[in-house]
């Protein structure tokens, strides 16, 4: 058993049919008889105090069933996945332009709309803090009562300043990145119904339906089972459905109604209300030896948080992991902020807080090597961490390491191979070609100290086929299928052959987040550890009905039989059969498996999270062109290269990294949710530029397999690292195309070509 | 309270349509393929502002859609689509840049319902075919139940989001005289990337040249960076008489960047947009005197 069948195919996503037909349905899609439409009345103001809340005008409106304020919540009102510091309707106080002070139900959406204009809210301005390190201030006005600083991390070991000293080349910049948006395809939406016993389920985009199952029953005052959570694989998430969206509006007004409610967040209200990923100052200051081997790394962080603090902490600490990147860095000074302000509200995105000090210190690497004559490859390579290494947080790295083998392989790809023969052919005398390449390490799970399990049933279904159920949703990203190849492979069966359940509360176990690079290996080892056991039930059932002795039992494809039977004799029984004995003797063939993960050596003293164990790789290169004259860049190929451990479905690898270089890209050259004093000022996607189809390069992706031990048939998370390196590869690369420096990120057409001015 | 959703008449003659017009002016406005009114609706709405009353929806209106030629004028009736001007060959043959101009509109959908006449009736001053038919010296159709007058189209634009049709007059066709195969012509385009961009900045140009390469027209029109749409005369007269060569190019294009500083003053975005101007009309002159200079 557990031979690589499935495991390591290009098997089509099992829910491929159900999205080309529209049988998977959108959470806007979704329809119940006597519905009624929710809506969200956001704050007038970035920072107020709330007077007065009058909503007798909007009750008596037709169409109008209820209208609910924080009066109307009837257990905790709050919400946030480590600190639950977000009202869920604000009682006193609005601290962005997406605070929810009240809630409407309304027999049409429209009606539901008007009636949240004829509620009337008095307020009282306060001055708005929309710079993090003015924030930072004492004398600064205060976005919550306990001060703007929500997360304070300083990690030191060794002695920087001495390292300083001695070092040949010491670089220091300040780095800028922007307020990159999920722009995931379906906005925060769904729908809520309530039985007669007052079950409530709730219908949503989610990555963790139990979480949310417990932050809705907390804020309802009810017991957690009474809650169902379904989550949807159609309309991505990438961090943004982490934290509550519209769940808890939508359990309180269908607990108050006692109607099927639907909710549906307009794109403008999904940007200004959305979570996004943080803004960052990086001061980083970076030292080598003239012998290029790295000595040091101080780095000052500022994340601004927005209003609530989310996951805002955590993100800082992984920007504080992550800082030191893939190097052997035996001196650092790591320090990180997470800031409030009334900047809308950043938390977890893709990546979380890696994006952006790798941004930032793969710059920095190319700064040193170039400074130092060095091939930067090569120099990546000399001071790359191995297996056994201790890392800059001082933990040791015990698992698998692939940095070396993606830069091998980057080494032998084309646009890097042929850099100086492609760089040597602009398509236009004004136009530069540049060749840039960054890696990456990205902690997969979440890290010492957390709770971090997986959990899985399956079941033999009277066919004879099996239900595997893991709680990690699909959220389009394409666990389900990986999870059924794993299945397959450790029951020996087909593909076919296994029904996936995911992301319902009432029919998985937790087996926690689809976040953090953790789904394909959490559930994976679930299921593995689920199988183990089913496989036991079936050699009992099977062994009771031929009349043999257990240790006889042998597995075999779609069944078991008789080890020591003669080939062609009927002492074999399909899966088939032996759900149908099952069924006869009226038992139930359902095992549960379960696994917690791995962690580091040692944690980290107050900051939970860090550090990681297990770690993805990958090196990314990216050719470039800039128009010198205009400051456009244009990203002509792009090669990425991933070590998943063990590529459980290289066609899902490639649709992921191709997926993240292009987020990659767009957060290099394009993205930024502008918000000036507290105001969106792209609200839309009119406004907020993405890549399309004919902005994206063309994508090679190369994937290397170190095998990480731990890992269901050796694999580890990639869904992150993908759209991590190809940033600075592609600034590194209009360096090398133009020799100007990117610092602040995105890089647009105007940025680059002052750049260039300054430059000349 | 949100206001009421607008009326939608469909009158079925050009009579109809100017009476309803004119009875409603303020109140009505006209709807074509609806890719700018809808959204304007749709963020107006959001605003608390008013709606129009009524929209008038004017596609069963004879005789507004398609390209065809006659005697070397080249017609498009209102209602032609941005797809079907790309994709005419009429248009690729005797206004190349106008085809250009209408495949660089937004995506295939909005290509798709998206009508010339409505481009330009919306006045965006980032239209994309604006700065292509005013260096076609396009002349544009009003009708109303009156009678007919033909203006140029720099003429029909009073301001951004402005023009000077009066209420019960409806753009029925634009019409300009078909390039002679001697003519070059170029439009170009700076987005913020390579689909669904609104225009930060484009530049239109037209040259015809004589047997000895001199020029002996020239037309030159910056797009997305002037209050209103108009050729810059000062850099066409730069051109014309001369043989093109990179110092009389190069100054023509300034040119072009210089007048768009003279009529919008300097702002924050001048220093960018300044020379980025001048970087695209050297371009799209290039491109229209045959040399490839992407």
Redesign the interface.
């Known amino acids: 058993m557990d031979e690589s069948r499935w495991v390591g195919a290009r098997v089509a996503r099992i829910d491929a049919e159900d999205k080309v037909t529209g049988r998977l349905k959108f959470m806007s899609d979704l329809s119940f008889p006597d519905m009624l439409w929710g809506a969200v009345l956001r704050s007038a103001y970035p920072h107020a105090l709330i007077k007065k809340i009058d909503t007798s005008k909007a009750e008596a409106m037709d169409g109008v069933v209820a209208v609910l304020t924080h009066r109307d919540v009837p257990g905790l009102n709050g919400f946030g996945i480590v600190v639950p510091d977000q009202p869920v309707l604000c009682a006193d106080k609005v601290r962005y332009m997406g605070d929810a002070v009240a809630l409407v139900a309304a027999t049409t959406k ?1 009606g539901a ?2 009636a949240l ?2 509620i009337d809210v008095e307020y009282e301005p306060l001055p708005v803090v929309d710079d993090p390190e003015e924030a930072m201030l004492e004398s600064s006005p205060r976005v919550h009562a306990d001060g703007n600083i929500h997360h304070h991390i300083k990690v030191e070991r060794g002695d920087v300043d001495a390292a300083f000293r001695d070092a040949a080349v010491v670089v220091e910049n300040t780095y800028y990145t922007p307020r990159q948006m999920h722009a995931f395809m379906e906005t925060e939406s769904g729908v809520a119904t309530i039985d007669e016993d007052g079950n409530i389920t709730v219908w949503c985009g989610s990555q963790h339906p139990f979480r949310d199952q417990l932050q809705i029953a907390r804020a309802l005052g009810m017991n957690p089972r009474k809650i169902q959570v379904v989550s949807t694989p159609a309309g991505g998430a990438f961090g943004g459905k982490d934290e509550i969206t519209v769940q808890i509006y939508l359990a309180l007004l269908a607990l108050r109604t006692g109607r099927p409610v639907k909710i549906v967040l307009s794109r ?1 209200e999904s940007v200004v209300a959305g979570m996004k990923r943080h803004p960052m100052k990086i001061r980083m200051k970076t030292a080598a030896a003239a012998d290029g081997t790295l000595l040091a790394n101080e780095v000052r962080v500022v994340g601004d948080t927005g209003a609530y603090a989310s996951l805002g902490g955590p993100v800082v600490n992984l920007a504080i992991e992550h800082s030191c990147g893939v190097y052997r860095m035996p001196n650092v000074r790591l320090e990180g902020f997470c800031v409030y302000t009334n900047n809308g509200l950043a938390g977890a995105f893709r990546g979380f807080g890696a994006n952006q000090v790798v941004f930032a210190l793969e710059t920095q690497i190319d700064m040193i090597a170039e400074r130092l004559g060095m091939d930067k490859l090569e120099f990546r390579r000399k001071n790359a961490l191995r297996q056994g290494d201790v890392a800059a947080l001082g933990h040791t790295m015990t698992a698998s390491v692939g940095t070396i083998a993606t830069l091998d392989a980057a080494s032998r790809c084309e646009i890097w191979a042929r850099r100086e023969e492609l760089k040597a052919m602009p ?4 136009k530069k070609r540049g060749i840039g390449i960054a890696t990456e390490l990205h902690g997969c799970g979440l890290g010492v100290g957390l709770p971090d399990y997986g959990a899985a049933t399956i079941e033999l279904l009277p066919g004879g086929r099996f239900a595997v159920g893991v709680s990690c949703p699909e959220i389009g990203q394409g666990n389900t299928t990986a999870f059924a190849q794993m299945a397959a492979d450790s029951l020996g069966c087909s593909v076919g052959d296994i029904v996936m359940v995911s992301g319902d509360s009432r029919h998985t176990l937790d087996s926690g987040t689809s976040t953090a690079s953790r789904s394909v290996y959490t559930g994976g080892n679930a299921i593995r550890s689920a199988a183990a056991r089913m496989r036991e039930i079936l050699a009992d059932v099977a062994a009771e009905a031929l009349g043999a002795a257990r240790e006889e039992i042998a597995f075999g494809r779609g069944g078991v039989e008789v080890r020591s039977c003669p080939a062609g004799a009927a002492r074999r029984l399909s899966y088939r059969e032996i759900a149908r004995i099952g069924e006869g003797k009226g038992r139930h063939l359902k095992a549960e498996g379960d696994f917690i993960w791995p962690v580091a050596d040692r944690g980290l003293e107050g900051y939970f999270g860090l550090p990681h164990l297990i770690y993805s790789y990958i090196t990314q290169v990216a050719l470039v062109e800039v ?1 010198t ?4 860049v244009e990203v002509l190929r792009a090669v990425s290269i991933p070590d998943p451990g063990r590529a459980i479905n290289p066609a899902g690898i490639e649709a992921q990294s191709e997926g993240g270089v292009v987020m990659g890209m767009g957060y290099a050259l ?1 993205e930024d949710t502008v918000i000036e004093h507290g105001i969106t000022k792209t609200p839309n ?2 406004t907020y ?7 994206a390069p063309e994508i090679e992706t190369i994937i290397v397999e170190e095998p990480e031990p731990s890992g269901p048939f050796g694999a580890k998370g990639i869904g992150e690292a993908v759209c991590v390196p190809i940033t600075p590869a592609i600034t590194n690369a209009i360096h090398d195309a133009t020799g100007v420096w990117i610092t602040h990120i995105p890089a ?3 940025r680059v ?2 750049a260039l ?1 300054e430059h000349a | 309270m949100s206001p009421r959703k607008p009326g939608y008449v469909v009158p079925e003659t050009l009579a109809e349509a100017s009476e309803f017009l004119r009875e409603h002016a303020e109140d009505a406005r006209i709807i074509a393929g609806g890719t700018d009114v809808l959204v304007q609706l749709r963020r107006r709405g959001r605003a608390g502002g008013e709606h129009p009353r009524w929209l008038v929806d004017i596609s069963r209106i004879p005789g507004l859609a398609g390209v065809s030629t006659d005697s070397g004028t080249i017609s498009i009736g209102a209602m032609t689509t941005h797809e079907e001007i790309a994709r005419s060959p009429i248009i690729r043959k005797g206004g190349p840049l106008l085809a250009e101009a209408c495949a660089s509109v937004g995506s295939p959908q909005i290509r798709a319902r998206g009508t010339i006449g409505g481009n330009i009736m919306n006045a965006s001053p980032a239209a994309d075919t604006i700065a292509a038919l005013a260096v076609l010296s396009t002349r544009v159709r009003l009708s109303d139940r009156m009678g007919t007058r033909d203006i140029l189209i720099t003429d029909v634009f009073v301001g951004p989001y402005k023009t000077s049709a009066q209420p019960g007059e409806v753009l029925m066709e634009v019409y300009f005289d078909a390039l002679a195969p001697t003519c070059g012509s170029a439009f170009v385009k700076l987005g913020r990337r390579e689909a669904l961009a609104i225009a930060r900045l484009s530049c239109a140009v037209v040259i015809e040249r004589d047997d000895a390469g001199r020029v002996t027209r020239a037309a030159i029109a910056p797009g997305a960076c002037l209050p209103m749409p108009a050729r810059v005369e000062s850099a066409e007269e730069m051109l014309v008489g001369k043989v093109p060569d990179e110092a009389a190019v190069d100054a023509a294009a300034r040119e072009v960047a210089e007048e768009m500083v003279r009529r919008t003053g300097v702002r924050w975005s001048t220093d960018y947009k300044r020379p980025a101007v001048e970087a695209i009309t050297r371009r799209a002159i290039w491109r229209a005197l045959g040399v490839n200079v992407e």
């Open positions: 429209e709309r008007e204009q004829a403008e398509s236009a005398p004004h128009d004259l205009t400051g456009e394009m996607f009119s530029i993405i890549p399309t189809a004919l902005d647009t057409a105007e070509y002052m001015k």
